[in-house]
């Protein structure tokens, strides 16, 4: 199979299984208007994703990564309207279109935006002790995985989840021959997740609308 393969079995998957949805396409176009890269989640992931979070009971989802808002909104549509979602975004301009595509769905009383380096907006959480989170989502600079990692461990709950997309990168994550910042921060954190003993992790390969690429699932333990 190939590409175009690949975006008809998607279509296929959303024809049959998602209701149309103004708020999202809203997002997406908007998004676009604004000058955002296409790099969201497919609507396909984003409803796996909400869906986790609903399986998961989560209460308080960590978002690393907001772009236009797109993925916010699928996830912020399982919390309880007792919930909340906190999304972190490097870029103002991202975070500006973000929160308008969150209010227009009707999420802007439990998903905010804060900009600024996810980095450094962690250790603030952490030094402003956070009520802890029950799901977290990393889909921001692969490089700094292994950082988003160490830090969100600390912001997680007994029992916690963390999903990180775009962990394959068509492949490339095991070619010797690449030494890419992304890759190697992959890597790492591919290393991380096998190391700690507190962690049980899995990931899966997918291919779809965008492209060759992966996603790895976390729990933290209870014990």
Known sequence: MDQESWDALDHFFCEQLLSPDLALDSALESSAEAGLRSINVSPNQGKFLQLLARIHGARRILEI???????????????????????LEIDPQNAEVARANLARAGMGSVASVLVGTATELLKGLIDERAEPFDMVFIDADKKSYPDYL????????????????NVARGGRVIDPDNHEDDIVGLRKFFRMLASDTRLSTTAMQTVGSKGWDGFSLTRLSTE
Not at 66 to 76: E, F, K, N, V
Not at 150 to 165: E, F, K, M, T, Y
């Open 65 to 87: 990564g907001t772009l236009g808002g797109y993925s916010a909104i699928w996830m912020a549509r399982a919390l309880p309207s007792s919930g909340t979602l906190i999304s």
């Open 150 to 165: 160490l830090l969100s461990l600390q912001l997680l709950r007994p029992g916690g989840i963390i999903v990180a997309d």
